[in-house]
């Protein structure tokens, strides 16, 4: 394979082709790079660039310089698989790297595009273009780094490029796992000591420890990653065993109510079986009913009592059974802290929820920030409200506070059982990506 480089600046490329693996790929003669100068294409006096049509700021360009490019290095080494830079291109994953690289392993030519500037007239990528990359959600100077980066990437998949075949396909972002610790000699440096597990030659138990810890930082480190692969239940149920404890309380009292007022909301029953049955999907450990209302505690005890009763509610429905069983009646946020505290031996970290976006709040968190409340090693009470929201009281007593939930409308009345159900799977639910 030849790979042609279409750059205004190949010195940049020297050093890079001349180190290492791709070094070494090129004297097995397994992949060869020809760098081409833009410059080249210019007719002396003639600028490479040109304004674009619109009034916008930059240059861009001009579409006549990359065709010329195209022609001559397509005379050279025959027609091109042709690859652009772009932060507007699709992002570049180990995963689609992948993809990326079964589509142009039997090619004999390739060609990168790496631009400057504001980039280069859109007429090119869509003349010319088989993928457009984007290395990530942010924007370098130029097309350079990406190009070095995306051949990085790509030729450890060419077979011989890499020493070791095993490593390419164990490596993080490969599987559902990302990679484990590892540890070379000396045993102890600056007081650190190598597990002793990884010393004892006992490989049953090197590899469980392994997989461990590979599970474990994937769970706390890069959860988006994880949820976005296709897991078996046994690896599944291996990453749930990382995840904090999770409970939700519904709270009927501490709430907004329609007048202003703060007080207390009435319980209905479809919010208990619906509340307890998403609770159940998500693996919530307890569903805290919160009100101090006797009437009202009375009446969804009965409730309870039917379906939590194994040999009543378990036979007619023991999947409701099971959902139920996780319902506590709670008479104030107190007692939910204190039973947690009491069953996981360290107090919750409360995330509250909130319909109302609260500008400069800094406690809000997007349902891409479990790190942030994981990292604290407790476990998690999700706190949902009622009637018209949790009142302030409720809400100082939140160490995060989850984005409200919006869809592309004004409309924003959702029930709670709705967005209990969304809470949880936008937190903690799957959101496959292959
Ligand atoms: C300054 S950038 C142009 C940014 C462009 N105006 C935009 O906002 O999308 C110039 C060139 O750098 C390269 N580039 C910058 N960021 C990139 C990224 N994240 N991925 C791939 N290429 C990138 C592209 O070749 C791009 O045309």
């Given at each position: 394979m030849n790979v042609s480089i279409l750059t205004l600046f190949p010195e940049l490329y020297q050093p890079f082709l001349q180190t290492s693996l791709l070094k070494r790929a090129q004297e097995k003669k397994l992949v060869s790079f020809s760098l081409h100068n833009m410059f080249d294409y210019v007719e002396p006096k003639q600028r490479i660039d040109a304004p674009t049509f619109g009034h916008s700021s930059g240059m861009l360009i001009r579409p006549d310089v990359i065709e010329q490019g195209i022609d001559e290095a397509e005379k050279q080494f025959g027609k091109s698989f042709k690859i652009f830079l772009s932060p507007q291109g699709s992002k570049l994953t180990q995963h689609s790297a992948q993809e990326l690289w079964h589509k142009v392993a039997s090619q004999k030519h390739v060609m990168l595009f790496a631009s400057r500037y504001e980039g280069i007239d859109a007429r090119v990528e869509q003349e010319y273009a088989d993928e457009i990359i984007s290395v990530g959600d942010f924007v370098v100077m130029g097309g350079d780094i990406p190009a070095m980066l995306l051949l990085e990437c790509l030729l450890r998949y060419m077979p011989g490029v890499v020493g070791k075949e095993e490593s390419v396909t164990l490596d993080?972002?490969?599987?559902?796992f990302v990679d484990h610790p590892e540890y070379t000699k000396p045993v102890e440096w600056k007081g650190r000591v190598v597990p002793e597990v990884l010393r004892s030659g006992n490989h049953g138990a090197i590899a469980k420890w392994r997989q461990e810890k590979s599970v474990e930082l994937t769970v706390k480190k890069h959860f988006d990653w994880m949820r976005s692969c296709l897991l078996t239940s046994e690896q599944r149920d291996l990453a749930s065993r990382y995840i904090p404890s999770h409970y939700v309380a519904l709270m009927h009292t501490g709430i907004v109510l329609k007048d202003g007022r703060i007080g207390t909301t009435s319980i209905t029953s479809i919010d208990v079986h619906d509340i307890a049955r998403s609770s159940a999907t998500y693996n919530l450990k307890h569903y805290f009913l919160v009100s101090p209302l006797v009437d009202q505690k009375k009446m969804i005890q009965d409730l309870l009592d039917f379906w939590q009763e194994k040999e009543v509610g378990g036979e007619y429905n023991s999947d409701r059974h099971e959902a139920m069983n996780r319902v506590i009646m709670a008479d104030g946020l107190a007692d939910v802290i204190a039973a947690i505290e009491k069953k996981e031996g360290k107090k919750p970290v409360i995330l509250g929820t909130s319909a109302k976006f609260a500008p400069g709040e800094p406690r809000m968190i997007s349902y891409h920030d479990q790190e942030k409340v994981w990292s604290h090693d407790r476990p998690v009470l999700i706190l949902l409200g009622t009637g018209?929201?949790?009142a302030e009281q409720l809400m100082k007593q939140c160490d995060f506070i989850l984005q409200p939930i919006q869809g592309f409308s004004r409309f924003n009345h959702l029930s709670v059982r709705s967005a209990a159900a969304i809470i949880f799977d936008k937190w903690l639910g799957f959101a496959l990506q292959k």
């Open positions: 993080s972002f490969s599987g559902a018209h929201g949790m």
